[in-house]
């Protein structure tokens, strides 16, 4: 049987981002699965529409987890500063669903940069995806993250420092990586006044 290809592309610059609802499997249990499936749509609907207004590609939701890249498939320079201002919104988007809603949300969200290898995969129901290290800290900047705050690697920081208002969380255990500094992005940083 000949096998069909796998068709993957280094990028050397790349942002990811992890989203995921804090304490929402807990909750899942309380919920009737209608109301849960309900509840997602309106909630990923939200962040699909984010998504395409800043030009970024979501890559894949898992249960209450949602995946983004910038820079790929097509580069860009901002690809950081995108994902930042996406995730800022997707933030704010939470805070409203969850007064409109009466329901208590709060969403974790990581973010990291770097280098990743991008393709497609599968033969039936394919799809395509991102991986690597800057995959995987990404993952783990939202896993470890706290509820309500946008937690980001020392190489998203680098690229986002000049634009953004960052707090230092100074290092933190991660698994697989040992100790690693990672800061809160806090919003965009005010023009200075002429």
């Not at 981002?17 to 309380?30: C, K, Q, V, Y």
């Not at 990923?44 to 949602?66: N, R, S």
């Not at 690597?132 to 946008?150: F, H, L, Q, W």
């Amino acid at each position: 049987l000949a096998k069909d290809p796998v068709i993957a592309d280094s990028h050397a610059e790349a942002s990811i981002l992890f989203a995921d609802m804090a304490g929402f499997t807990a909750r899942a249990a309380d919920t009737l699965p209608v109301n849960l499936v309900l509840f997602l749509n309106d909630l990923f609907t939200a962040f699909d529409q984010l998504v395409e207004h800043y030009g970024l590609e979501k890559i894949k939701t898992t249960g209450d987890a949602y995946m983004v890249v910038s820079g790929v498939p097509a580069p860009r320079a901002d690809h950081a500063e995108a994902l930042a201002r996406l995730a800022l919104d997707m933030r704010a988007a939470v805070t409203a669903i969850a007064a409109s809603s009466g329901r208590a949300l709060s969403i974790r969200i990581g973010i990291s940069s770097g280098p990743v290898v991008a393709g497609v995969v599968g033969t039936k129901k394919f799809f395509y995806d991102v991986w690597g290290d800057t995959v995987n800290v990404a993952s783990r900047m939202e896993s470890t993250g706290e509820p309500g705050k946008i937690q980001v690697s020392e190489a998203a920081h680098a690229l986002l420092a000049d634009k953004f208002d960052l707090e230092s969380r100074g290092e933190i255990e991660v698994k697989g990586k040992g100790r690693m500094r990672t800061w809160f992005l806090l919003g965009p940083r005010a023009a200075p006044s002429s």
